[in-house]
């Protein structure tokens, strides 16, 4: 019988979304022994797993909780076939870029600010912040404290699952998406990465909904930043790499940009960091993906994979081939 590794932390209910048919071993970081097992359902908490892996013998096949999988090929090495968990946390993730922009335009952070300080009038701060991000120095009457979506132009870097999703969610407001991805393509219009540079000027909010890779790293750095419009907010849901900080930190306290970060470089953010106290920045620790459904869908993803598995199907959300069955025991990493 298949023996399915998975996170001793998660609460039984959802076990109940994996298939009969295969043997159930809950492991964790604090194990003492070994197992021999064949399919590894990773801690969604990379140290967690990783800190696991040396305890676990025989993987042939790792299934992610997570879309993101980039540390698990470091861990595991070349002869693990790895699944992610493509499709599982769309309506999370995509909510939470939706939010995040929404916040922003509506300056929901200072008001927060307002409301914690009991001042009434602080609010003409909102309309100052407002004619100081986007440059509109115009004398309103009313002033402006707040920005409509409706009609703006969003960028989403990245029209995969999430991106889709997020697209989807944007459809009542009405907005201009354009789109990139790694190659270009019709109906709808995607563009080609290559024409990023040629986008960004048109945009009024840039999503990052791409994974982390060597050819994304940094992807949006100063010269990307320099081609955004003024006031533009930068989202990034994804990854906090694609980004490089030190840009971001220049540009955020030039007044040049805001953004809406759920993922940083480093992460977590270390007490201190300079990002923790730039103007126009809105820091959330890395729970795009965050909701009660979480491992159910992310199980509901694995389950699907395993039943391929089990019966010689093709998998479906392959991010790594391992590399034969007769290697599959020199998996390298931390463990011994
Ligand atoms: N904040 C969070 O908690 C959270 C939650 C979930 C996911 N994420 C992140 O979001 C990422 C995207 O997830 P997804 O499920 O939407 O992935 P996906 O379905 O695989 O889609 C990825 C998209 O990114 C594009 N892409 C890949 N490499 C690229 C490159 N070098 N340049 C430009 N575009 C590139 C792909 O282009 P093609 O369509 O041309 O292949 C595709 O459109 C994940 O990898 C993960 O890191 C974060």
Same mark, same amino acid.
């Given at each position: ?9 998660? /609460? ?55 879309? @993101? ?63 100081? /991000?986007? @440059? ?26 999430? @991106? ?86 220049? *540009? ?42 979480? *491992? ?6 694995? *389950? ?33």
């Amino acid at each position: 019988m298949l023996r399915v590794a998975y996170p001793a932390t998660l /609460i039984p209910d959802v076990l109940r979304e994996l298939p009969e048919g295969v043997e159930l071993v809950p492991v964790s970081d604090k194990m003492g022994h070994d197992v021999e097992v064949d399919v590894w359902i990773p801690d969604p908490y990379p140290t967690r797993a990783q800190r696991t892996w040396p305890h676990l013998r025989g993987v042939k096949l790792v299934l992610s909780m997570l879309a @993101g999988t980039e540390w698990i090929p470091g861990t595991v090495g070349p002869h693990v076939t790895i699944c992610n968990a493509h499709g599982a946390h769309n309506v999370a993730t995509a909510e939470w870029t939706l939010g995040a922009i929404l916040s922003m335009l509506k300056q929901f952070p200072l008001f927060l600010d307002i409301q914690r300080s009991g001042n009434w009038r602080r609010r003409n701060e909102a309309s100052a912040a407002y004619a100081a /991000i986007t @440059g509109d120095t115009r004398a309103h009457h009313p002033p402006v404290m707040l920005e409509d979506l409706t009609g703006k132009t969003v960028l989403l870097v990245g029209h995969g699952a999430i @991106g889709k999703e997020i697209e989807r969610m944007l459809a009542p407001f009405y907005v201009d998406v354009l789109r990139v991805a790694r190659t270009a393509r019709k109906n709808p219009e995607v563009h080609a990465v290559s024409e990023l540079d040629g986008l960004l000027p048109r945009a009024d909010v840039v999503v990052l909904i791409l994974p982390f890779s060597a050819e994304t790293r940094w992807l949006i750095d100063q010269p990307e930043i320099a081609l955004m419009r003024q006031g533009a907010l930068l989202v990034n849901a994804a990854r906090g790499p694609i980004v490089n900080t030190d840009a971001l930190v220049e *540009a955020l306290n030039a007044g040049r940009i805001r953004a809406a970060i759920d993922v940083t470089d480093p992460e977590p953010l270390p007490e201190n960091h300079p990002l923790w106290s730039c103007p126009n920045l809105l820091v959330t620790p890395h729970i795009g993906a965050s909701s009660p459904y979480f *491992a159910r869908n992310a199980l509901r993803v694995a *389950a699907a994979e395993l039943r391929r598995y089990m019966n010689g199907e093709p998998l479906h959300n392959v991010v790594q081939e391992g590399e034969g069955p007769e290697n599959r025991d020199q998996g390298i990493g931390n463990r011994e």
